[in-house]
């Protein structure tokens, strides 16, 4: 079976589609200078963006990874992600503390979705 991959990377693709699996990257915000929740809703419309283009969209998440930098913006985290997932659509998903290489950065999420259509 045929791997796609989009946006194509020297250390990583954006996007990897198998078997109609779409695979994400860790989705960063590219503004750090946000808070917690403003760096969340920009890394979700990144994930709106990139699912779209794979043939999918948020309905459709299989599985969710979050990682933050700081525990005590969980909740802070949670807010952008509630105001964002659809109802009845919540994934299975885990949250775990890090450290990241950039002090700014506040979050970082991966997906794995269902493509839409079988063209992938």
């Not at 079976?1 to 860790?26: K, P, Q």
């Not at 960063?28 to 946000?34: L, R």
């Not at 920009?42 to 700081?70: N, P, Y």
Request: net charge negative; hydrophobic share 40%.
């Amino acid at each position: 079976m045929n791997i796609t991959r989009l946006h194509i990377g020297d250390t990583l693709s954006e996007i990897a589609i198998h078997n109609g699996t779409v695979y994400l990257a860790g989705q960063i915000a590219e503004d750090v200078s946000q808070d917690i929740q403003g760096q969340t809703r920009e890394v979700l419309g990144h994930i709106d963006r990139l699912l779209a283009e794979a043939g999918s969209d948020k309905t459709r998440i299989l599985s969710c990874q979050i990682f933050i930098a700081d525990v005590r913006d969980f909740d802070g985290m949670n807010t952008a992600w509630n105001a964002w997932v659809p109802a009845g659509h919540t994934p299975p998903r885990a949250t775990v503390a890090v450290t990241f290489p950039d002090p700014e950065r506040l979050v970082e999420i991966v997906v794995v979705a269902a493509a839409n259509s079988p063209g992938y």
